[in-house]
């Protein structure tokens, strides 16, 4: 199966996301929430990587990764009250994310 | 089935690693290093603020200091507006402790260095604080030996002292200290007290190291007037009772003290230990930042290395991966398998560089005379550090050695 370009684009904006909020999991700021939030944040992180990954490869699972890692950041940030420039822009990128895997969703495929 | 698949893929990891020592061991260096400059930047840091806190802590949280100088940091102290400020004086006190309601306790200090002496023993600069009788109620301290002051000794000016364990320990050895008579700058004085022991506090405000005597005893000894004698006045809130309240009733009454004019600036400042906290957390987050980049670049470069290594690693064993597939592996057998392997290697990296760090805490430990611990959630940073850098480089070489066909893989000559 062929990759969109808009796929492409997002994926490419993936990884450059994943390049800048990597050296985040390991911030004073994110150590100041609390003693294992680096690694939580570490875990939803190495997430969002795989499921670009996925989505590279055009495959189902990575569109659904995508949707589970949004959905727990989501929540984290919520709970912990991070409602910041980053928040906001975080959002709108991984909702836009989510509206075009959702127009592509049957082309992906169901295999790992 | 998980879990067979989890141990067989360890399994392969493990020895993929054991037959190429030097090639992994060479690999997860860059690890080693991101991490012990990140978490031994991080400990340090860590050290030293729970060191300072805890100093702080011995200040009083609740206490307000009453100086000439108010307490700022930064290189725009405008110095000159403060220069021709009165120092506290003791007359103060009485006025403050007359007509304050919001505070527990008041106590006036003078300080002061002076040469101590007991028979052939002296101890030179020793820091005098001339107290005032409420002063015990201020500050922290338990006594090891004696008592302090009555009321009676301190208004009346008794030669009398409590004095720190370590002037204790210069000046009389291995002798009880209490009754026992040294001079202080030439004046007599008998030992009535010994302070516990503190160590050393980063603040360089341990009593250890001074003696506490009567303030109109110090007044013979100290000169209120010096540059050196620093003057203070120290107020206590009582319980429930807030800084800020106390401190609003302390500027009024000060104010009509001083008979300052409705919109005249105060000419005395009110310090709280909080200041000091503020002043510090700048400087930590500084250095909190360097280590970050510091690491941050190096645990890259090593990120970069185990990426290359499984790339190297997944080439290498293509036709390996051709027969498991063909014997019926599925893909994602395989994509445990390099992915384990790139964690494990990953992980072995950030242990032995949180291995390196626990060494360094001790060596720094007896070396500054420190308390320095590699705190656990630390070590939690440092593994998932470890394990993320794991994911993040192995998975691209995992994923596309998963997705390889069988024939295809066997035919190849890697």
Redesign the interface.
Known sequence: MKRPGIITVLCVMGFLSIVVSFPRVFSPEVKKLGSFMPALFGLLVAANFMSYIGLWFMKRWGAELFCLAYFIKTLLDLVLRQFGFSFYLAQAFSLFCIVVILLHYRKLDRNL | MLRLLFKESLLFAWHSIVSNKLRSMLSLLGITIGIFA?ILV?TIVDSLESNIRGSIQSLGNNVVYIQKWPWSFGPDYPWWKYINRPTPQYYELDELQRHCRSTEALAYRLGGRRTLKYRSNAIENAVIAGVSYEFYKIKNFDLSLGRYFTRNETEAGYRVAVIGAEIAKGLFGEQDPLGKEFKIAGQKATVIGVIKKEGESMLGMSFDYQVAIPFNFARQILDPRSRNADPVIYAKARPHVSNAEMMDELTGVLRSIRRLKPFAEPNFALNETSLITQGFDALF?VI??AG?II??FSILVGGFGIANIMFVSVRERTNLIGIQKSLGA???FI?YQFLSESILLSLIGGLVGLLLTWLATLAGQSLMDMEISLS??NL??G???S??IG??SG??PA?SA??LDPVEAIRSNA
């Open positions: 990140i991080f987050e909190g930042m970050w690491g941050g599925r893909n994602i994509l656990g959630a939690i940073l593994l998932t550090i394990v993320l994911i993040i998975f691209v994923y998963s997705q």
